[in-house]
C-alpha cells in the first residue's frame, strides 16, 4: 500500500511530535528513540497493519543514497567531537578496534554463514563485511555528545565507529570480488593495492590535508572578518561533499576521509585558537572554534532525522515470516561470539581494564552502515536470490540489535559509571568524565 507524500508528511511529523513530547518521559525508562521509531514502522508496516511497505530491492538506489548520506553526516559530527589533542595512547584502542578486530569480527561473520549457514564463501565475507562495522548513527547514547565530553568508554565507542564504516570498505569489495561482481587482480594484486592500502591510506590522507586546510582558510577568513559567521552549517556540508566526492574520483576510502577530515579540522582550529589567544592576550575558551562546534547542532538534527526516517523504513520492510531461526541465530552469533571475541583479540595485548572491554564487547551497535553496504552490494549487480538472502539476515540482525542495545544502553551505562564513581546525578548525557583508562 503505497500512502503518498501526504500521508509521509504525516507519519514523519506525528512520530517526531511524539518524541518531543515524550522526551522527558523516556529519560527515565530504558528506551532509546530508535526503538519507538522501529515499533511505528513495526506496527504501520506489513508486520501488523500494512499500512505501508517499503520494498529495499525496488528501492535500493534510493536507499543506498539516503543511508550513505546518514552515515556521512554522522562521521563528520563523530569527527568533530573528537578531544583534543590527538595522542596515540588515546586512540590506541579505538585504533585497535577499528582495524584488528574488525578484521577478526569479518573472519567470524564469515566463517559461521560458510560453514552453518551454507553460504557461498564470497556471500559469507560479504555479510561479514555488512555486519563487522558498528554504527555512527543509531548509537547515540553510548557515543560521544559533545566537543568536551572526557568519558573513556564513549570516547572508544565512539572513535571506533567514526572509523570502521570505512575499514569495512576493503572486506566488501573482497565478497563482491569472490562472487565475480569487482576485480581483484592478480593473486588479489589489485585488491591489495588499490582497496586496501589505496583506499585507507589515501582516504586519511585526503581527509587530514582537507581539514588542516579548511581550518587554516577560515582561520584566515575570521582575521581579516571576524563578523564572518552565520554560515557554519553550511561550511560543514559543503566540507563533506568535496571531502566524499574527491574520494569517489581516486578511489580512496571516503568513509574515513570525512571523519578524519573532521578530527583534523577540530584539531587544527583548537591549536590556531590557542595561537591566537596568545597574540591578543585573551583566553583560548573566547575563541572556541565556530565550524566544527557551531555547526555540532545542526548535523545532530540531521542524524536525528535521518535515523527516524530510515528505522521507520526498516520496520516497513519486514514481515512476520522475516524472522527465521538462521537469521535469529546469526544475530546471538554476531552479539555474544563475534563482537566480544573480536574485541578481547583486538584490545588482548593493552592494559584496558576488563569492565571497559566488557562494555566496548556488548555496545556493537549494527544500524544505518550496515543497511549501507547491503544497498551498495545490491547495486554492484547481485543475484537476486542472494540479495533476499543478504536482506533477510541484515534486517533481522539490525533490528534486533536496534531493540538488544537501545533497551540495554541507559541500564548499562549508569551501572558502569556508578561503579567508576563518576555516575551523573540528574542527565546521563551529562556525566562527569569516566576515571576508567586505557593504557
Not at 111 to 118: E, N, P, Q, V
Not at 195 to 203: F, I, L, R, S
Not at 205 to 233: C, K, M, Q, S
Not at 304 to 310: D, G, K, P, Q, T
Request: with cysteine; aromatic share 10%; proline share 5%.
Amino acid at each position: 500500500m503505497d500512502i503518498g507524500i501526504e500521508g509521509w508528511f504525516i507519519l514523519i511529523g506525528f512520530t517526531m511530535l511524539c518524541i518531543g513530547f515524550l522526551a522527558p518521559s523516556m529519560r527515565r525508562v530504558p528506551l532509546t528513540p530508535a526503538i519507538v521509531y522501529l515499533a511505528v514502522g513495526v506496527i504501520l508496516g506489513p508486520t501488523l497493519l500494512s499500512v505501508f511497505h517499503f520494498n529495499p530491492l525496488r528501492q535500493s538506489e534510493l536507499l543506498e543514497l539516503l543511508t550513505e548520506l546518514a552515515v556521512l553526516v554522522a562521521l563528520f559530527a563523530a569527527g568533530i567531537k573528537m578531544p583534543a589533542p590527538v595522542s596515540w595512547k588515546r586512540w590506541r584502542t579505538p585504533f585497535l578496534l577499528a582495524f584488528l578486530s574488525m578484521a577478526v569480527t569479518v573472519a567470524l561473520i564469515a566463517a559461521f554463514g560458510y560453514w552453518f549457514l551454507g553460504l557461498p564463501l564470497g556471500l559469507a565475507v560479504l555479510l561479514g563485511a555488512i555486519l563487522a562495522p558498528t554504527d555512527p548513527v543509531l548509537a547515540s547514547d553510548i557515543q560521544v555528545r559533545y566537543t568536551d565530553d572526557r568519558d573513556r568508554l564513549r570516547f572508544n565507542l565512539t572513535c571506533e565507529a567514526g572509523m570502521n564504516d570505512g575499514t569495512a570498505f576493503p572486506f566488501a569489495m573482497l565478497g563482491l570480488g569472490l562472487l565475480g561482481l569487482h576485480e581483484l587482480g592478480p593473486g588479489g594484486s589489485r585488491w591489495l593495492l588499490v582497496d586496501v592500502a589505496w583506499a585507507g591510506v589515501g582516504g586519511v590522507l585526503i581527509g587530514v590535508a582537507a581539514g588542516v586546510v579548511f581550518a587554516w582558510a577560515l582561520h584566515f577568513l575570521r582575521r581579516g572578518r571576524p563578523d564572518a559567521t552565520g554560515y557554519e552549517d553550511f561550511l560543514g556540508l559543503g566540507m563533506i561533499g568535496v571531502v566524499f566526492g574527491l574520494c569517489l574520483w581516486v578511489d580512496a576510502g571516503g568513509f574515513l576521509a570525512v571523519f578524519f577530515a573532521a578530527v583534523a579540522l577540530r584539531q587544527t582550529e583548537m591549536r590556531l585558537a590557542g595561537q591566537h589567544s596568545l597574540e591578543q592576550e585573551e583566553p583560548v575558551t573566547q575563541l572556541v572554534p565556530q565550524v566544527g562546534v557551531g555547526a555540532l547542532v545542526y548535523k545532530e538534527h540531521l542524524e536525528r532525522l535521518s535515523e527516524l526516517v530510515l528505522v521507520i523504513l526498516l520496520g516497513g520492510m519486514l514481515f512476520v515470516d522475516s524472522w527465521s531461526w538462521r537469521a535469529v541465530a546469526l544475530a546471538l552469533f554476531v552479539f555474544f561470539v563475534a563482537r566480544p571475541v573480536s574485541v578481547f583479540v583486538g584490545l588482548g595485548m593493552t592494559r584496558t581494564p576488563m569492565r571497559m572491554r566488557a562494555m566496548v564487547g556488548w555496545f556493537g551497535v549494527r544500524g544505518i552502515g550496515s543497511l549501507f553496504y547491503l544497498m551498495f552490494a545490491i547495486n554492484q549487480g547481485l543475484d537476486q536470490e542472494m540479495a533476499l538472502e543478504l536482506l533477510h539476515l541484515t534486517l533481522v540482525v539490525v533490528t534486533l540489535s536496534i531493540v538488544l542495545h537501545g533497551l540495554s544502553a541507559k541500564p548499562l551505562m549508569m551501572r558502569f559509571w556508578r561503579r567508576s564513581a563518576q555516575a551523573p546525578i540528574d542527565d546521563p548525557g551529562r556525566d562527569r568524565p569516566a576515571t576508567a583508562s586505557v593504557g
